[in-house]
């Protein structure tokens, strides 16, 4: 295959971050199908796939304080309930993805990538290279981490898909990164829309860059609900950091019929380009 694409579900278009393990199953259900029917459609490109935490482990992260590390006496159950959250909402993704034909396969990343302050210092690819190589779609997901110096950490889908990216970038002539979100992209406004509201063309962001980011960073919000890792904000930061390789993203609405089809097929459609 000459073409990668890494595809997020984000925890906010499946889940109402408002509430606890609020799932909407509904939503999910859509976009397993027309992810499905987008990785029918996918030419000499291979894929991997991720889904966000959100109301899931975010709930427990927060209440826990995981992203800090080993904080207080509840510090190690409470790594325990996040990554337990995280596999929950995960096993819902794997399942339905499963259920419509998308040959998928689980990896959680506290499994596959050694961290130490934060950063990695080791990342198992050899498995996720010969799950492409024999046409599994690796699906991944944001997850506690073992961490050598701090006891536990965040790594979210985001950060994943980053240290993924930078060790399969040379491997491929393209790789490109399709954020799913709740958002039509970061709006000009720089307020989120209510689930399901119609979006201009216009009101917009069409693209960000390293370049004129620090203009349009005041627009670029954070989440619905809890959210240890920043939300919209985050997602944009990372982004750019594999802007700088060679890795173009877009982030449009799982919430708009044919949206993610068309956006896994290169089609050109509403959303934020991040170049």
């Not at 992810?35 to 996918?42: H, T, V």
């Not at 996720?128 to 889908?157: F, H, N, Q, W």
Request: proline share 1%; with cysteine.
């Amino acid at each position: 295959m000459n073409k990668l694409l890494l595809l997020k579900i984000g925890g906010g278009v499946i889940t109402d971050k408002t509430k606890r393990y609020g799932l909407l199953e509904d939503v999910l259900v859509h976009l397993a199908r027309e992810i499905a029917d987008g990785y029918e459609k996918l030419v000499d490109t291979d894929l991997i796939i991720g889904n966000g935490a959100g109301s899931f482990a975010h709930y427990s992260a927060h209440e826990y304080r995981t992203a800090e590390g080993f904080v207080d006496e509840r510090s190690r159950i409470g790594a325990g309930w996040v990554r337990h959250d995280a596999i929950k909402l995960n096993q819902l993704v794997f399942e339905e993805l499963l259920r419509v034909g998308v040959p998928v396969f689980s990896f959680a990343p506290s499994s596959l990538i050694t961290v130490n302050e934060g950063r990695a210092e080791h990342i198992c690819m050899e498995v996720i290279g010969a799950a492409l190589e024999k046409g599994i779609v690796p699906l991944v997901y944001g997850d506690v981490m073992i961490d050598k110096a701090r006891g536990c950490g965040i790594y979210s889908t985001e950060v994943v898909f980053d240290q993924l990216a930078r060790r399969l970038v040379s491997k491929y002539q393209e790789v490109r990164v399709i954020h799913i979100s709740s958002e039509d992209g970061v709006y000009k406004n720089g307020k989120c829309r209510k689930l399901g509201a119609r979006t201009h063309k216009d009101e917009v962001v069409e693209l960000i860059t390293n370049d004129n980011f620090e203009k349009v960073a005041h627009l670029v919000n954070g989440s619905h609900g809890i959210d240890v890792t920043g939300g919209m904000l985050h997602k944009v930061q990372e982004c750019l950091e594999i802007a700088k390789i060679g890795v173009k993203s877009q982030i449009v609405s799982g919430v708009v019929e044919g949206r993610v089809k068309a956006a896994m097929s290169g089609d050109k459609v509403l959303g934020t380009r991040i170049e």
